[in-house]
């Protein structure tokens, strides 16, 4: 074993540097560092994994937080058989999979890495799923560089991670000293880190030399999976290890080696004979293997039934108040939906999910960033996850929300109290950016409903949908002024108030669809036509669609929100080049403690203001 | 002393709850549990605070973290005399300076809290400048909630604190064992705050009793400030305190009393004398009363010579490498100006001021997030901060951007490696969405240099701008393209080929600025005329002097960033209902790893893509 797991050891080094060398860029030094810490997990049995099927729920899980180490990731899964040796030489080039940083187009990477301090909140979700929901035996690794454990998530995950008891999450930690250019904060100070997981509620494992292979093994086999901790291996290693002119040295972070100095390195490494580097070494398979893949399966058609629904739509109610109800509909005949949500469930309503389904809603408490790269784990798991906060503070989680989509990651965030609405608790609380951030994500879809049954649709929707979801709910309650939303999907609109020669087109969602709506009553008393568009869908817009509601009239654009990213800019973008002139009524004064009524008036997003700017057009 | 605290806390709670029952919202609860806590802070000689001079730099410093606990930081106020006593009864009135979560309207308010985990890292900012730069006594104080402490950010603060030996930052955690909707991660458990404050290299005091006055004095005068570790008070605590009827109940968190209630509860208070609670009580003034003010000057007009700078202008450079030129520059003539870097300093070239100005240079390590609360911190006391990382990452701190806004920080963010041309690092790094986020933030300015001289220039204006700046920088080495800017302001663009009868203008900035440059000489090679914008000024555009250089021409926007919320979105907006045509070249696909050169031709943003547009137009 020990002979085998050195001969891995001195080949992934060998494909490190070849591939790196060859790229001419590319993380030499992180990955050395950690090579016979994975050769161990990978080659001695410890990791069961079904190369030939890298999607079935049964495998153990990997991650690789620390995402620069991407070549020595890629070499562990050609030495496995999983990648040809030569695709490996294709490292960062244009198209090839084997990106700079781990990305999901490769099978065997889940979620993809490169912004630090992800990865081990990804592992959480995992970790959660085995133990909570599949109730699976597979363990979940998340290699950590040591630098990385200076960014607050990894805290969020860690307390987490212990409040749940999650003793099939390991943690590896490849404590090289080195950041890109300095030291890390604690060097190699190692009790430091271990007095840190300990007070965080971790089992640690100290490992005072990540590159004695005798010793990776002792300490990956001492882990005690009976105690109901996470676990932690504090691993010190050497930064370039193994290629003695680079080892230890900062100015080596993230350099490649020059063609000479290459072979330099590969003599170095003292192999025998030269083709051995291409040979295939197994890793252990799970006892079983599910057939189940955990890949989303198709996106499903559920429909909720309105009719056997217990919303009165007849009263008044707050988008954000619905949400708890919808889900427990949604969640009693889909298994899979589960829901997080960062201590404000009695706000956002999703408590009444948390006491209906308390095995399928788990309390993230106040660290929105970790919950979103849960969710992102939760769902490379096969989970459905639905994700809960005050819609201000998901911009806590914008990297994360960045990286899922990156993930090709299927969430749904919901955010609640949107907008100035939300009255007297003043500016810290409003989403005046949530539009903007969502929509400058990569393939995200953001819903924005306005009443009952149209925040039932976006959830039903957005339950059916593959993909990433933004829905934006509201704190007031409101009428519903919708009646019947059968036929509509994601990238639609609803027409309104569908008059005949409609001078000015109001679109509007959320509490000023509804200022829209009075100020269209009052200038129709006045004679003056206008119609309304309930901007159910702010992207994607079906531009089609809208310009054929639009009827070539004056378009004003009302939101609760910053102009800058908001709808207007989503209205415009979409229906520019068509001779059409567009108006915005949106967030503009610095917002402040107030009645919702006070601040609507106050940014002239309320009738009021709707109705003195159609009468100006 | 003791009676006179006694009487403080008194009638601090008779005025939070007489200011959240005339509310009707607010938090009640919250704001009860520290008021022991923050009576002794204040009234007993430990806080040195000259409440007629509240900016004044001598000041100790006291940030409410748990912003929330708003009722109880303006009832101290008002029992110091600093604000009316009937005021506080305006409390989250539309209008009125006390607003539901403190706001910097009210003069004793430095930073803007309410999202949940920032005011410690202000604090770092505040105790880094006393310690480090202006070298005063003055100390800092930082409330905090223990739900609170389940931030990241919290961990990410307390490493830095302890890194800097901040003896002279203070925290107070509150724990009163409840947040929103549910008991705090470690409820009433003490010690698994002690061990994790321990761990992160702070100084523990705990405090059993945090309504026992006795006690709370002398933890407080027990704390030793020769040890050189940041102090932290772990208080136990009584979420309600004072109201029997609705201590320790979770579902009292932010509720308020009914009138009825109120007269109950404020008869519990037992106060003799009603009259009483107008009486006026004095904060200790700090020893030394410095004539300087804290807050910002104006807005200076520092210029660079750049005939005296040694930038060869003829050679390509790397707007993100000549940053560090720049900054020497500046900093060599303004000794306020500070630079902070979340470890990347040799790639942003932020090292080059790190080795020239050591003192003035704040090494952050990965943690943006505080980074950038960090310096909300210092830019409060007087300092101008430089944050510097890379364009993507700072997606991780939009809520502390968003948060920096409304607390007026002149801070100035620089975000390198922005967009797909950063190459074969790959999605991950690449800043495709900073410009939106940064757009929709209230009161920002966005500058996107293309070159070495308006990369200059921008950090000059940047310098002299008292506020939020956001320049983008890029990785890939261009062309001087600029020769003279010295009448460049912010708002401004650079019209560079001003031909006579331009079929189109080609709106750019930074990597696709020089790929419409190119496009622009061949396309004159097969006589069609366009002209080039150098959209230096991204927010906010000047739409008069933009419309004055489009000359009637059709519009084409280039881009490396998404086109949501993006350069295009900027442009329309600005220039809407003229009956312009507007066409967007901007990243589409999904990005990957590869030559710069490779991807600007795959998202279609390279100069044959900007021909052939052209040509279709």
Same mark, same amino acid.
């Given at each position: 074993m020990l002979e085998k797991l050195e001969q891995i050891s001195k080949n992934l080094r060998y494909w490190i540097i070849k591939s790196t060398t060859k790229a001419?860029?590319?993380?030499l030094t992180s990955s050395l560092s950690a090579v016979e810490l994975m050769s161990v997990l990978f080659f001695s049995g410890i990791?069961?994994?079904d190369i030939s099927n890298p999607k079935d729920i049964s495998n153990d899980k990997i991650i690789f937080s620390k995402g620069h180490a991407a070549p020595l990731l890629y070499s562990l899964f050609a030495l496995a058989g999983g990648i040809k040796f030569n695709e490996l030489l294709t490292l960062r080039e244009f198209g090839s999979v084997l990106e700079g940083h781990p990305s999901v187009r490769l099978p065997f990477v889940d979620a993809a890495t490169g912004s630090l301090g992800q990865g081990l909140s990804v592992g959480v979700g995992m970790a959660l799923n085995a133990k909570y929901l599949d109730k699976l035996d597979y363990k979940t690794y998340?290699?950590?560089?040591?630098?990385?454990?200076e960014e607050g998530q990894i805290w969020e995950a860690c307390q987490i991670a212990s409040t749940y008891?999650?003793?099939?999450?390991i943690a590896i930690v490849d404590i090289n000293t080195f950041e890109q250019s300095t030291k890390t904060i604690h060097g190699g100070e190692i009790l430091r880190y271990k007095e840190k997981f300990q007070a965080f509620g971790w089992d640690t494992y100290i490992l005072d030399d990540g590159h004695d292979i005798n010793k990776v093994l002792k300490t990956f086999n001492s882990i005690d999976f009976n105690i109901n901790h996470p676990k932690v291996i504090l691993a010190s290693t050497i930064k370039g290890a193994g290629v003695s002119f680079i080892e230890n040295k900062m100015e080596w972070h993230s350099k490649t080696l020059s063609e000479e100095d290459s072979i330099k390195a590969i003599n170095e490494l003292d192999i025998k004979d030269l083709n051995s580097v291409n040979t295939v070494f197994e890793i252990e398979k799970p006892d079983i293997i599910q057939t189940s893949q955990y890949v989303k399966k198709e996106a499903s058609s559920f429909k909720l039934n309105t009719e056997l629904f217990s919303l009165n739509l007849n009263e008044k109610l707050a988008t954000k108040n619905v949400v708890g109800d919808i889900l427990n509909k949604l969640g009693s005949d889909n298994e899979d939906l589960v829901v997080l949500d960062a201590g404000v469930d009695n706000s956002t309503s999703t408590q009444k999910f948390k006491e209906k389904y308390p095995d399928r809603f788990f309390q993230m408490y106040i660290s929105e960033q970790n919950m979103v790269s849960t969710a992102v784990g939760l769902s490379k798991v096969g989970k459905i996850p639905f994700v809960s906060t005050f819609g201000a503070f998901f911009t806590r989680s914008f990297d994360q929300i960045r990286m899922a989509s990156y993930s090709k990651a299927n969430i749904k965030l919901i955010g609640a109290y949107s907008g100035t609405s939300l009255g007297k608790d003043g500016f810290s609380q409003m989403a005046l950016?949530?539009?903007?951030?969502?929509? +400058? $994500?990569?393939d995200s879809v953001i819903l924005y409903p306005s009443d009952a049954l149209s925040t039932l649709k976006a959830l039903e929707l957005a339950l059916n949908f593959n993909g990433l979801v933004y829905i934006k709910t509201t704190r007031e309650p409101t009428n519903n002024v919708n009646t019947d939303l059968t036929n509509i999907n994601i990238g639609d609109h609803i027409l309104l108030r569908d008059l005949e020669n409609p001078k000015v087109t109001i679109i509007s969602s959320g509490i000023t669809l509804h200022e829209s709506l009075i100020a269209h009553d009052k200038l129709l008393e006045q004679d003056i036509n206008t119609q309304v568009i309930d901007l159910f869908t702010i992207k994607p817009l079906? +531009? $089609?669609k809208l310009l054929k509601s639009i009827k070539s009239t004056k378009i004003l654009v009302v939101e609760d929100h910053h102009s800058e990213g908001g709808i207007f800019e989503a209205v415009t973008s979409s229906l520019i080049n068509n001779n059409l002139s567009f108006y915005s009524l949106s967030v503009k004064k610095m917002p402040q403690s107030g009645e919702p009524s006070e601040l609507l008036a106050y940014e002239e997003i309320d009738s009021n203001a709707i109705i003195r700017k159609v009468l100006e057009l």
């Open positions: 001419g860029s590319g993380h990791l069961k994994y998340v290699l950590l560089g040591d630098g990385e454990t008891n999650l003793n099939n999450l950016e949530d539009i903007s951030m969502m929509r +400058s $994500v990569r079906d +531009s $089609v």
